[in-house]
């Protein structure tokens, strides 16, 4: 997990909810938590929309991935730095997520939380978590194979 996903799951889980407004969602971030000023705030939502971490679906702002079963630090205090990080395109993982969530017509929370699972129980990857959930569906993964070596082999090799 990225400090932009402990972040995103923190908020929630101190709101102690799964779903917020746009409104609500900047609110906290900023003046409820005084994390970061209200421009910052905003940057963090656009962020997690950009990276496919938050989804907005009937004006609510929703984690597409399983914040309740994010273990974090008790001393946990999101960095200004994670504002000013350039905005990832869409991931492997949300791309498996989204192959998982087409062909089974599940949701991908429910889908993030089976990875999640499967990787702390694994001690894997994310990726490779992914593809294990995918291929236990009975879904085609050799397309994806090749690149989740690659991108376990990059993150590290550095």
């Given at each position: 997990m990225n400090d932009i996903e402990i972040t995103?799951?923190?908020?929630?889980?101190?709101?102690?909810?799964s779903e917020l407004t746009e409104k609500e969602f900047v609110f906290s971030a900023s003046m409820?938590?005084?994390?970061?000023?209200?421009?910052?705030a905003q940057k963090l939502l656009e962020i997690g929309l950009q990276s496919d971490l938050l989804e907005l679906k009937?004006?609510?702002?929703?984690?597409?991935?399983?914040?309740?079963s994010i273990n974090i630090p008790?001393?946990?205090k999101p960095s200004q730095d994670i504002i000013k990080a350039k905005v990832l395109p869409k991931g492997l993982l949300f791309q498996i997520v989204d192959m998982i969530s087409?062909?089974?017509d599940l949701s991908r929370q429910d889908i993030m939380a089976?990875?999640?699972?499967?990787?702390?129980?694994m001690g894997i990857d994310i990726e490779a978590a992914a593809l294990v959930v995918a291929n236990d569906m009975d879904l085609d993964?050799?397309?994806h194979i090749d690149m989740v070596e690659q991108e376990i082999k990059a993150r590290h090799s550095n």
């Open positions: 995103i799951a923190l908020l929630y889980k101190k709101k102690g909810r409820d938590y005084r994390w970061f000023t209200p421009k910052g009937d004006e609510l702002v929703i984690p597409t991935f399983d914040h309740s008790s001393d946990f087409k062909e089974k089976s990875i999640n699972k499967k990787q702390e129980a993964i050799s397309d």
